[in-house]
């Protein structure tokens, strides 16, 4: 008996993990970290129903740490088998394991020091060195290659299942994972990209599946049209006629270089003054460097001459490693902009930023990602006249906006754009990573428009997979 069980981002954005058995075969699929709301976030520290020391293996879809944040867990748990992802997937996770390691670690710390904790001593979720030893698991194969995912043992290679990683185009690395068990396929999506953006190819065409895994983030939004840049000129100009600072709170990969990218066309093109500005994100920094050496992977266009080396750098772009730069960067009253992580507000360096712009009507603060429900962002975003930043209450006086084009996710036109390419309808089509209103949305409009049988997954929820 095959069955499918949903471990995480079921209902929710975040914690993506699909457990696959098949034959005594055990897979997980995404192993994400639960983020956002603390009843969500307490769920990183209940065991998984499982015992990690028998998964045979591990697929990771990409390097958020939605999908991919709770592997040093998984290790640290017993886990020891492979870890397959795309290369790029590998590069990434070698930033964002180590940063989110650090973060537990400085929690766990500020937890003691503060002594707001039940636990005592209070511990991290998991180690730097719990890291360390998931990324030395990671099995990187390159995108198009199926490759057999147990070790073979009992079963001949023939029959043994195999994954495929397939462009999604929603981040560097990106993938879908084609499951293929004999002559069936189980698709997990992943996060799915978009359709004609800079930088990233558009999701790859797929022409069946029999079980899909589709994400539903935006299932019930459509993106504004794209603008050109003209909202992003019209912030920036603004702003800079009133002296302040457009912060811009980003995940530190991916977004960092479509922020980057535009700012840099609009400066070409004289629609903006030429500003300093500034990556206060070291992580932002080395992912840069990976979306420049792996361009081949990348939108067309950025492959074309000129455009490949200096895609990213506005004229006066200024990367700041040392917390002391960033000390003097917050001091400084000039006007400029200032990228930071991390997106939604939780924490990071931003937040620095954030204390002493939110109370200031000079500066803009810009959100350009999904916030989900309970960030601090969301918040923002939704007309909080106060938060709780760094142990105080500081007011929002700032003026605040968000742009939602640049997000990294379909919306729900482009989900079914990408389902209009199937040439059959999956037997079932399970939707996963959204949050209850997408998640109904983009239900019926594919029982409607496509015909197909959905299901909506529940947290904890086991399906049989008959067919497989
Ligand atoms: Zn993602």
Redesign the pocket.
């Known amino acids: 008996m095959s069955t499918l069980t949903f471990l995480g981002a079921a209902g929710t954005v975040t914690g993506s993990k699909h457990l696959l058995q098949v034959d005594g075969l055990r897979v997980l699929v995404d192993c994400g970290l639960f983020q956002g709301l603390k009843e969500l976030r307490l769920r990183n520290w209940e065991p998984l129903p499982l015992n990690p020391g028998e998964l045979d293996a591990v697929i990771l879809t990409?390097a958020?740490l939605?999908?991919c944040g709770y592997l040093p867990r998984l290790v640290a748990s017993g886990f020891r088998g492979r870890i397959f992802c795309t290369p790029a997937t590998k590069d990434l996770c070698s930033l964002v394991l180590p940063d989110s390691a650090h973060l537990q670690e400085e929690d766990a710390r500020e937890a003691n020091r503060q002594g707001y904790t039940k636990h005592n001593p209070a511990r991290p979720l998991y180690t730097s060195a719990d890291a360390a030893r998931a990324l030395t698991q990671l099995q990187p194969v390159g995108y198009n290659r199926p490759v057999p995912i147990g070790d073979g043992a009992g079963t001949p290679m023939s029959v043994s299942p195999t994954v495929e990683f397939i462009n999604a185009g929603?981040?560097l690395g990106s993938a879908y994972a084609r499951v293929r068990v004999a002559d069936k396929i189980v698709l997990f999506g992943g996060?799915l990209g978009r359709y004609g953006r800079p930088i990233l190819p558009d999701p790859s065409p797929v022409a069946e599946a029999d079980y899909l895994l589709l994400e539903s983030t935006y299932g019930d939004r459509l993106h504004p049209l794209d603008d050109d840049g003209e909202r992003l000129a019209r912030i920036v100009n603004e702003t800079a006629a009133r002296g302040g600072k457009v912060i811009i709170p980003s995940f530190a990969i991916g977004r960092v270089e479509e922020v980057l990218y535009w700012l840099k066309r609009l400066e070409e093109e004289k629609r903006i003054p030429v500003l300093p500005v500034f990556v206060d994100s070291p992580m932002a920094i080395a992912a840069l460097q990976f979306y420049a050496a792996r361009a081949g992977e990348l939108d067309p266009e950025m492959n074309s001459g000129q455009r490949r080396v200096t895609a990213f750098a506005t004229t006066r772009l200024v990367t700041v490693s040392s917390p002391q730069q960033s000390a003097d960067l917050i001091a400084s009253r000039q006007p400029s902009i200032v990228i930071s992580s991390s997106g939604m507000a939780t924490g990071g360096r931003v937040l620095r930023h954030l204390a002493v712009a939110l109370p200031n009507p000079k500066h803009t603060v810009l959100f350009v990602g999904f916030q989900a429900a309970g960030t601090r962002g969301r918040l923002v975003v939704d007309g909080a006249k106060q938060v709780k930043l760094l142990g105080r209450d500081v007011p929002v006086a700032a003026r605040v906006e968000q742009i939602d084009s640049m997000s990294?996710h379909a919306d729900a036109g482009e989900i079914l754009r990408w389902l209009s390419g199937f040439t059959r309808a999956p037997r079932m089509t399970f939707l996963v990573h959204g949050e209850p209103i997408g998640l109904s949305a983009l239900a019926s409009r594919i029982g409607t428009e496509r015909q197909w049988p959905v299901h909506i997954a529940a947290h904890g929820e086991s399906v049989e997979l008959n067919v497989l």
Do not use: P, T, V
């Open positions: 990409h958020h939605d999908h929603h981040l996060d990294a």
